[in-house]
């Protein structure tokens, strides 16, 4: 039986339904290099993924059908149907465990990471679902099983799993921990606008094309290769030494689909950031501060010079998908 999806949410005066919240971090990507298209509509990538301190929380609890609610940080933009990231997530779940029609659930998302704002707030939401009815229905499934059904539901959804620091390849959904000293504060600024991955990556191909036919250069981008010299820099636990070796592919085509982003990152360079990024597909730049006390006069400061809708202050590298509370069917 296929679950069908339903933007009401029905009050109950009956016990609450087991369920189980998840917390899951929002991420920036320290590198992201960008090789050619591929013939599957994909592009190879070599990233260095770092989560932060930025969290959504996800609640998943019995039901007879499958509904989902979403509140705080850009509620209104998330999709409450079978095209939401959580719902493909608990879908294909249920599939892996064979539950034959008894995979509904009611799904809470209480967000603070912005939509499409290159912070994998929508994988992060599906890999919280995939570990709380994981929980939920007892399925006892591994975590390497877990990143293995996340990794068809989306590119980033494995990292939100597993969290912390790490290299990603293929898509990104290929995983190898990276080794990281300290702690890293960072600022990020959100943008007043949205940008879809898509619409991104479309706009590297362009720029790219035009680049070739102007300078003669090669057509198709060079595979993509890791940074070693950033890698070595985050195994010192020097941001100083890590800031200046941030490094984005994508972030022309975001700052030519949003030219306003020149002025926030020039603002952030300006008032003292080690680094300054565009963060995956955009729009959200992230700075890195030298510490916490410089985070928050950074965040100030981006305040105040009026090149941004809102800031947050966030550190890394934080901890992946966790269950925060466990109420399980008996």
């Known amino acids: 039986m296929q679950a069908t999806y339903d933007h009401q949410i029905v009050t109950s005066v009956t016990a609450p ?7 899951v971090p929002a991420k920036v990507n320290l590198q992201l290099a960008v090789g050619p298209l591929r013939a599957d509509g994909y592009h190879d990538l070599v990233t260095v993924f770092h989560a932060v301190s930025l969290f959504d929380e996800v609640t ?7 509904t989902v609610l979403v509140t705080g940080e850009g509620a209104d933009s998330v999709p409450r149907d079978g095209t939401n990231l959580a719902v493909r997530a608990v ?3 249920g599939r892996a465990a064979r539950r034959r029609g008894r995979s509904a659930v009611r799904i809470e998302i209480r967000k603070r990471i912005p939509v499409a704002a290159g912070l994998a707030g929508g994988s992060a ?12 229905w007892l399925t006892g499934l591994s975590m390497p099983e877990l990143s293995e059904i996340a990794a068809d539901v989306g590119s980033d959804v494995p990292f939100a799993l597993v969290g912390g620091t790490a290299i990603g390849h293929g898509r990104g959904e290929r995983l190898t921990a990276a080794l990281v000293a300290g702690t890293y504060h960072w600022v990020l600024a959100f943008a007043a606008a949205g940008l879809t991955t898509p619409e991104v990556y479309a706009a590297c191909d362009r720029l790219r094309a035009a680049r070739s036919a102007a300078d003669g250069s090669p057509r198709e981008a060079p595979a993509p290769a890791l940074n070693t010299a950033l890698l070595a820099a985050l195994r010192s636990g020097d941001p100083r030494a890590v800031g200046p070796l941030l490094a984005n592919d994508l972030q022309p085509a975001a700052v030519s689909l949003l030219p306003d982003l020149r002025r926030t990152l020039a603002a ?12 995956g597909s955009g729009p959200t730049c992230a700075f890195l501060a030298v510490d916490a006390e410089h985070a928050r006069e950074l965040a100030v400061s981006l305040t105040g010079a009026g090149v941004c809708r809102s800031v ?3 550190s890394g590298p934080a901890p992946g998908a966790a ?4 109420r399980r069917l008996a």
Do not use: F, K, M, Q
């Open 323 to 326: 269950i925060l509370a466990d």
């Open 125 to 136: 939401d599906a890999a919280a679902a995939l570990l709380a009815c994981n929980e939920l």
């Open 268 to 279: 952030g360079r300006e008032h003292g950031a080690l680094g300054a990024i565009v963060s």
């Open 312 to 314: 947050v202050a966030a």
């Open 17 to 23: 339904a087991p369920s189980v919240s998840v917390r």
């Open 60 to 66: 998943v609890s019995a039901a007879e059908r499958t």
């Open 91 to 93: 879908t294909a779940l």
